[in-house]
């Protein structure tokens, strides 16, 4: 069964540090980008950051203004998201995603579709 699972995520208090994982059974993560995104109920998802295959290129982080970083350890199959000085504003449900394209190599991008989703998992943070 192929799934990409999320973990990690809580209550911080502002100014607090989470560090989310996504752990990939089923699929070599190596084969995909990464994404993390986040929805706060009624409005849209938003990308944060992304991770190409390899690593080497990372897109994304305007919302999170370096606060956020992306990580990746192919070896483990997993994708990390450490997020610092957490603000309440960061409050939302967190997913993961994994896609690859056929015209697109060693990239990642938040124009193109990620097919693989997580569940999500909530994120609160407390002023």
């Known amino acids: 069964q192929l799934q990409l699972v999320e973990s990690g995520g809580g209550l911080a208090q502002s100014g607090g540090s989470l560090r989310l994982s996504c752990a990939a059974s089923?699929?070599?993560?190596?084969?995909?980008?990464v994404a993390w995104f986040r929805q706060v109920p009624g409005k849209e998802r938003q990308g944060i950051l992304c991770?190409?295959?390899?690593?080497?290129?990372?897109q994304g982080g305007d919302s999170v203004k370096d606060r956020f970083t992306i990580s990746r350890d192919n070896a483990k199959n997993t994708v990390s998201l450490q997020m610092n000085n957490l603000q309440p504003e960061d409050t939302a449900v967190y997913f993961c995603a994994a896609g690859r394209w056929d015209y697109v190599h060693d990239f990642c991008t938040f124009g193109l579709i990620y097919e693989k989703w997580g569940q999500g998992i909530q994120v609160t943070v407390s002023s």
């Open positions: 089923g699929l070599t993560l190596r084969d995909y980008a």
């Open positions: 991770i190409s295959q390899s690593g080497t290129n990372i």
